[in-house]
């Protein structure tokens, strides 16, 4: 897929990047990161600048991101433990 311009408006601020992500991806992650930014906002905005929100708020997204890995990791190892068990239930049966 082409790279293409992408822009965007936060707290009255303009920003643009290119991306060669579908359209509703890109969507989807400035949706994700303007709820993240919404919920820092009871943090008083007003005192802590545009920037600093911005970067707090890729901060809390990265954080979910690490946590569902770790989750997603956690489950794959009980999944695999799981059907490890199975096999071994079914080898026992058949032999």
């Known amino acids: 897929m082409k790279d293409r311009l992408v822009r965007f408006n936060l707290f009255g601020q303009e920003f643009a990047f290119y991306s060669d992500a579908p359209d509703n991806e890109v969507e989807l992650a400035i949706r994700l990161l303007r709820q993240e930014l919404e919920e820092g906002e009871k943090l008083s905005r007003s005192a802590i600048p545009s920037s600093k929100m911005l970067v707090l708020g890729c901060l809390r997204l ?9 989750e997603f990791q956690d489950f794959k190892k009980h999944q695999d433990q799981a059907i490890d068990q ?9 032999d």
Do not use: P, T
């Open 62 to 70: 990265a954080a979910k991101y690490v946590q569902l890995e770790h």
């Open 86 to 94: 199975l096999s071994e239930k079914i080898s026992g049966a058949m």
